[in-house]
């Protein structure tokens, strides 16, 4: 998997957000909201290809998470992201 060129990720107070960068990613009736774990799987999968274990590992390496329940909320976050068309 990759993120889709053209996003960028802003903080915006306590929490984080993906902007569109070109007219043609932009979609005002969907905003994409990140808190700070979600920031740091997005900073993970902008560096290139990825997959799910991929950022487990670095989201185990990063937090005191345990494996199993880091890999859950990855896949339900890379599904968050395909759903929202950030990632392909």
Known sequence: MHTIDGFKLRKLGNEYILVGESMSLINF???????????????QAE?????????????????????????????ATLKAWKEAGVIE
């Open 47 to 75: 560096q290139g290809e990825f997959d799910a274990n991929k950022l487990c590992k670095a989201l185990c390496a990063e937090y005191e998470v345990e494996p199993a329940q880091a890999l859950l909320d990855v896949e």
């Open 29 to 43: 009736n969907k905003m994409i909201t990140l808190n700070e774990t979600a920031a740091f799987l997005w900073q």
